[in-house]
């Protein structure tokens, strides 16, 4: 049996970066809400949540693009250029976010300097990740394996429509992560702000939603032509469910179901912008096959990441259950 | 700042800004990782509370040395796209499946048991921290092995061929992954990660015993270090001596620059201890050499004829007054720790270790000796590799990306700023931990008060303690 390599690493490259976007997401989404929490004491308590399991939920965007490099080249040298200085401000503001964690603890007279690098670190990270995702989904020129493009084509409106997006989405998943891991008055408020932030997503992910078929008649074509939409139609139905699941939660207050939910929401948004590429890995004209590495490279890859990926999972997931429950005041090791 | 420079220039000022500063978190927190194994591993052997304290005084410091390098290596894994897009579609398909094993095999790995090495004593029991600890330690020696094993295939490539559209397509894995220059270069590294460490923590034991000869915990970690010091420094210079026989055979004009051979040598060639290399002139002036010594080195016979630069065409000869120097400082530096072995071995021996004064002050300014061996090796291998990025087949001038200088010089700018202001102010973080006393009954690491009580908390305490909210 002849297996489609470079389909299988489509997939897992897929696999990568929505793992990187939901983990990171409630890390940065608490960045982002940084600033807006009561004290010391809670941005203490919000960041010792995620400090054991900040570092492996960022490897996944390494993983995302060491991938590329190893079996998707021409992607990987021609997505970058064109996306130059959004991502080299995210790579800054990830190295201020990701310092934050170790530096907040050293000083008192500097702390606030390591709240903001926190906090804007967070920020530009999430809105640049959002601009990016938007520029790639208004598609790249590239000619020759070359990026063809001008240096500011990844700034229009659509791109930073995307970018508020993202980081709305990701100070979402925050809000319900620490839902998930805070007890008491900080609870509630955090489920007061959720709420607020559940309809900006929503309103932001429709508007989205309703400007992407119109920026390619290809994109128009699969989610409105006969029969597709039949099928397509599937996943505003499910947004809709979860948004539903998400609310309610909030409202019984559930500790668990709207972090589910929000998670729920960035799945779907990733399936309906899978079903708008396929099969091309960079619109409006790059295919898979057509930018997948030589055969020697994929397999080489493959047998390694099919070894070592459930076995990641697994100890990844077990960090998650050593670190389960309510976070408390005198955790942390610092 | 960047006036008149060309795009190719800039991105190489940027990638020998951003990778030196990475590989001096990798060279502290691979030896570090070990010696927090080890370190753990003895106190539960033993029981005896030196070794925990100890533990726990490295594994704050680690913590900001891994985070930096966790920071700066992102950095380093999107700027082959970004600055180098050319390359990375070329050389994608053979280095880009060793750096997904390094992601895979190495980087989830120390991130997945960093948390519970750090956070998790209490959660997981000792085994289990013992285990986590030991991956990370693992995990640290991993990654070094298969970027390694990505430098040096791009220093002597082999196990390829190359397709129509210029790319390396991969033949024969084993042979790219155990390329000829891989094995020594791994070696030469990881001892000099081990030996970067060692003199790290022997400085700061011996600036706590000048200060207090009593204190256990210095005195312990002073012995170890020194033994560090004694065992790796020889290993180190013989592991050297065979990197460097590898390079004369696969990578000779890198050679002829470290020993500033413009000209040929037909009946054996001097060892150039000092000199000016003079680029326009191809000479080194003012040079004190010692007859026939580098054909005796490199050859093992005195009178073995040795090729200059004169038989490397110009346009692929490296810059050789950086690689000149560069080679010297490690040189320099690697005798000086390997004197310094031999001292801390003859005060022992006398049983006056921890009372001689002199060593000590000297370790406190060899402590961070190591870190610019590191760097200087690195700029000796790397700038030696030039004008190629994959030495002899890829030249760096057609593996740019289509970039402007402009974008590139800002972009530079805002890395220079980023990191001394960031990087700047963790090594004033680490320093001042450092300067703490070890072994005190409560060591606080900074000034807060929160988060520092968490050490030897129970279960138990924890219920007691009540919920969070107010």
């Given amino acids: 049996m002849e297996f489609d390599l470079p389909f299988i690493w489509a997939g897992i490259i897929a696999f990568a970066v929505l793992v990187y976007v939901v983990l990171d997401g409630f890390d940065l989404g608490i960045g982002i809400l940084f600033p807006f929490l009561k004290d010391e004491g809670e941005r203490d308590l919000a960041m010792n949540s995620v400090a054991p399991v900040w570092d492996g939920n960022e490897t996944w965007l390494v993983m995302g693009g060491g991938g590329l490099l190893a079996v998707f080249p021409v992607v990987y040298a021609t997505v970058l250029p064109a996306l130059y200085a959004p991502l080299i401000a995210m790579l800054l503001a990830l190295v201020f976010r990701g310092v934050a964690f170790e530096y907040r603890w050293r000083t008192e007279r500097w702390k606030w300097v390591w709240n903001l690098a926190f906090f804007g670190g967070s920020l530009v990270a999430a809105l640049m990740q959002g601009i990016a995702l938007g520029a790639l989904v208004q598609g790249i020129a590239i000619e020759n394996r070359a990026y063809a493009g001008g240096w500011w084509d990844w700034l229009t409106p659509f791109s930073i429509l995307t970018g508020i997006g993202v980081a709305a989405g990701y100070t979402l998943l925050g809000a319900t992560w620490l839902i998930l891991k805070i007890e008491g008055a900080f609870q509630e408020r955090m489920r007061q702000a959720a709420f607020k932030l559940a309809i900006a997503t929503l309103g932001l992910i429709g508007a989205v939603s309703l400007i992407t078929p119109f920026l390619d008649p290809v994109y128009f074509d699969r989610w409105f032509s006969w029969p597709k939409i039949a099928i397509t139609s599937v996943v505003p139905a499910l947004v809709g469910l979860a948004a539903y699941q998400l609310f309610a939660g909030l409202r019984n207050k559930s500790d668990l179901t709207p972090f589910l939910a929000s998670i729920s929401l960035f799945v779907l948004g990733f399936i309906g912008i899978g079903i708008s590429f396929y099969p091309n890995i960079v619109p409006p004209s790059l295919t898979i096959w057509e930018a997948a590495a030589p055969q020697s490279s994929l397999e080489f890859a493959l047998v390694g990441t099919v070894i070592l990926l459930p076995i990641i999972l697994a100890y990844t997931a077990y960090a998650y259950y050593v670190f389960r429950g309510k976070v408390r005041p005198e955790h942390g090791y610092h | ?226 033994w560090m010091a004694v065992i790796v420094t020889p290993l180190q210079i013989v592991a050297g001596d065979l990197h460097g026989l590898n390079t004369l055979e696969h990578q000779p004009a890198k050679v002829m620059a470290m020993e500033g051979h413009y000209d040929s040598y037909p009946e054996g060639a001097p060892l150039i201890l000092f000199g000016i290399p003079n680029s326009e002139e191809k000479r080194i002036d003012y040079a004190i050499e010692i007859p026939k010594l580098s054909s005796l080195i490199l050859k093992h016979d005195l009178n073995a004829p040795l090729d200059g630069l004169d038989t490397i065409p110009d346009d692929e000869e490296p810059p050789v007054a950086i690689v000149f120097w560069s080679f010297r400082i490690m ?65 760096t001038s057609d593996s740019l990306a289509p970039i402007e200088a402009p974008a590139v010089a800002a972009s530079l700018t805002a890395f220079i700023i980023v990191y001394f202001f960031v990087f700047g102010a963790g090594t004033y973080y680490i320093m001042r931990m450092m300067n703490k006393t070890p072994g005190a009954i409560d060591v606080k690491m900074g000034l807060n008060k929160g988060p520092i009580r968490a050490a030897g908390i129970t279960p138990a305490q924890q219920l007691i303690s009540g919920t969070t909210g107010r």
């Avoid at chain 2, 990881?190 to 600036?207: E, N, S, W």
């Fill in chain 2, 331 to 395: 040189i320099a530096i690697g005798f000086a720790m390997l004197a310094i072995g031999f001292w801390s071995l003859f005060r022992r021996w006398k049983g006056q270790l921890y009372d001689a004064n002199w060593l000590q002050r000297v370790m406190v300014l060899m402590a961070p000796s190591g870190f610019v061996a590191v760097l200087a090796g690195w700029v000796t291998t790397e700038v030696g590799r030039q004008p190629f990025t994959v030495y002899g087949v890829l030249r």
């Fill in chain 2, 1 to 226: 700042m960047f006036d008149g420079m060309t795009a190719e220039l800039l991105a190489r000022i940027q990638f020998a800004f951003t990778v030196s500063f990475h590989i001096i978190f990798p060279a502290f927190s691979i030896g570090l990782a070990s010696y927090l194994a080890v370190l753990n591993g003895l106190w539960l052997w033993t029981k005896k509370d030196v070794y925990l304290s100890l533990f726990n005084y490295w594994k704050k410091i680690f913590a900001v040395a891994f985070g930096m390098g966790v920071v700066s290596g992102i950095v380093m894994s999107y700027q082959f796209g970004t600055n180098w897009s050319v390359f990375s579609d070329k050389a994608g398909p053979v280095i880009g499946p060793l750096m997904a094993y390094e992601i895979l095999s190495a980087f989830f790995l120390e991130a997945g048991f960093l948390g519970i090495m750090l956070f998790g004593r209490e959660r997981v029991g000792p085994r289990l921290h013992m285990f986590a600890t030991g991956m990370v330690a693992f995990g640290t020696l991993l990654s070094a092995t298969w970027i390694l094993s990505v430098n040096s295939w791009m220093q002597t490539p082999a196990g390829y061929s190359i397709n129509t559209d210029g790319q390396f397509v991969p033949e024969d894995w084993w042979a790219i992954v155990f390329n000829p220059s891989f094995p020594y270069r791994l070696t030469h590294m990881v001892l000099a990660a081990y030996l970067t460490t060692a003199f790290v923590v022997g400085g700061v034991g011996a600036l706590h015993l000048l200060r207090d000869k009593t204190n256990l915990a210095a005195r312990k970690m002073f012995s170890m270090a020194m």
